[in-house]
């Protein structure tokens, strides 16, 4: 199963960048300019058993994806799942470590593509490098927005 994963150091407390993570609008704040979500509906915030269904952009189309909050420990990590969406499998956790005066934050996917195996062995580095920019451009605001205060 191809995996990707993203770190970054931001020089906040834990509890700051959990806190960023919490807000209503988080989501709309970390999407990049080429992949803004609509939100069609969200039951919870950040917590296990809360779901957010949008409308993301593929090209001139948008592609429906339901997720659900399948873990999450307050201040330590949270992980969504893709319940229906354009993966045959997705799985992201976000993982928070308080680390030399600040925090240490994780983003390790797991993904399937349809056509799994065959595709994950085609098209998992096209996959991985558009994760790639868009943890790179969500580190970048996480890390301005927590430590501007």
Known sequence: MPKFAATVWIDAPVERVWQFHERED?????????????????????ATG???EML???GPFRVRWLALHV??????????????GPFRYWK?????????GGTRLTDAVEF????????????????????????????????????SR
């Open 112 to 147: 399937r593509l349809p056509l799994s195996p065959f595709s994950d062995w085609l098209l998992a580095w096209a996959v991985k490098l558009q994760l790639r920019a868009l943890f790179r451009y969500r580190h970048r605001i996480t890390k301005q927005s927590c430590e």
């Open 92 to 100: 992201h956790e976000h993982r928070f470590q308080q680390d030399n």
């Open 26 to 46: 988080a989501l709309e704040l970390l999407s990049p300019p080429w992949a803004k979500p609509r939100i069609v509906s969200r039951k919870g915030r950040l």
């Open 71 to 84: 873990d999450c420990e307050e201040r330590r990590h949270f992980t969504d799942e893709q319940i229906s």
């Open 56 to 58: 993301l952009p593929a």
């Open 50 to 52: 809360s779901r957010i």
